[in-house]
């Protein structure tokens, strides 16, 4: 092994609310953290354009100026941010190992404790017209894009908790909301199921889903299949906003950690351990429940404090 390779004591990976959480208690507990940003400096909040419903802002605050204050907030206390994507990980199953992680396809670092906070990315249809649009009225944010769509006609696919609660949002700024659901039933709660079904501008329809997003360089349509009797028809819309879901950013650590069948680390319960030890999950990683900015917050601190106390054990 190389002398010259860099070795630290706790390694984060991902930048969003969970790992600048993590960076903030891990630098304060003197572990001289290093983080690694991924590909999407500040995480989803980067794409939200209004927060409202973090503690401590009162008048709300945009979601990439909330994301520069805990960067900023992290290296007050040291912490070291560095622009970079890990590609690949060697993490050592023995107490007190050192974890091999490459980053960029070249670097090679080795550190005592990782926690992973790489969150997670919505899903989309697949459709190529749908990727065509993404940008020209195909979303997967209600909440960030939907002001673009104020008094026009939308729509939005799924059928969860996430989908309902994105559909009465935009019926609240939009002239009518379809939504397409592909069973014959939603999944989401009771309580969100009566919402929707209680606002006059959302029209569900069941046994549907998108056949081709109709439109040159914007949105101007939606082709629907009735997926039970094959019909299919046109809706004029402007805006189409999928829901259906997210894809957990673990694919690197496949073999190594142990995860549910969708890809979401699994870590010990009232903890953020995973199966290796000094390995950490925090955030929208392990999280395929609540997803929200201040949970993830929450396991970010969690997982600073599992190393801090993982650290002092081995050094001891």
Request: glycine share 10%.
């Amino acid at each position: 092994m190389s002398e010259n390779i860099e070795k630290i004591k706790c390694l984060i990976i991902g930048s969003g609310p969970a790992g600048y959480t993590a960076a903030i208690y891990a630098a304060r507990a003197d572990m001289n953290p290093v983080m690694y940003t991924g590909m999407e400096p500040g995480g989803q909040l980067t794409t939200t354009t209004e927060v409202d419903n973090f503690p401590g802002y009162p008048e709300g605050i945009d979601g990439p100026t909330m994301m520069v204050q805990l960067q900023q907030q992290a290296e007050r206390f040291g912490t070291q941010v560095r622009i970079g994507m890990v590609t690949a990980v060697e993490f050592n199953k023995e107490e007190g190992g050192w974890h091999k992680v490459t980053v960029d396809n070249s670097k090679e670092i080795l550190a005592h404790t990782v926690i992973i906070s790489t969150g997670a990315t919505a899903k989309y249809l697949g459709l190529p017209s749908e990727q065509r649009l993404r940008g020209g009225g195909v979303s997967a944010c209600a909440v960030c894009d939907g002001f673009f769509y104020r008094g026009q006609d939308v729509a939005i696919v799924g059928a969860g908790d996430t989908a309902a609660e994105e559909a009465t949002y935009l019926a609240n700024i939009c002239k009518n909301v379809t939504m397409l659901v592909r069973k014959d039933a939603m999944r989401a709660s009771k309580a969100m199921q009566h919402r929707v079904n209680n606002t006059p501008n959302i029209t569900v329809l069941y046994n549907s889903e998108v056949d081709e997003v109709l439109g040159d360089n914007v949105v101007e349509g939606l082709r629907v299949v009735n997926n039970v009797t094959g019909e299919k028809h046109d809706i004029a819309i402007t805006g189409l906003f999928i829901a259906i879901g997210h894809k957990p950013n673990t694919d690197i650590f496949a073999g190594q950690l142990s995860m549910d069948e969708t890809g979401y680390l699994i870590t010990e319960p009232g903890s953020t351990r995973t199966n290796v030890p000094g390995v950490f999950a925090a955030g929208d990683v392990q999280d395929n429940v609540y997803r929200q900015a201040i949970t993830a917050a929450g396991t970010g601190c969690m997982a600073a404090l599992d190393a801090e106390r993982y650290l002092a054990a081995i050094e001891h």
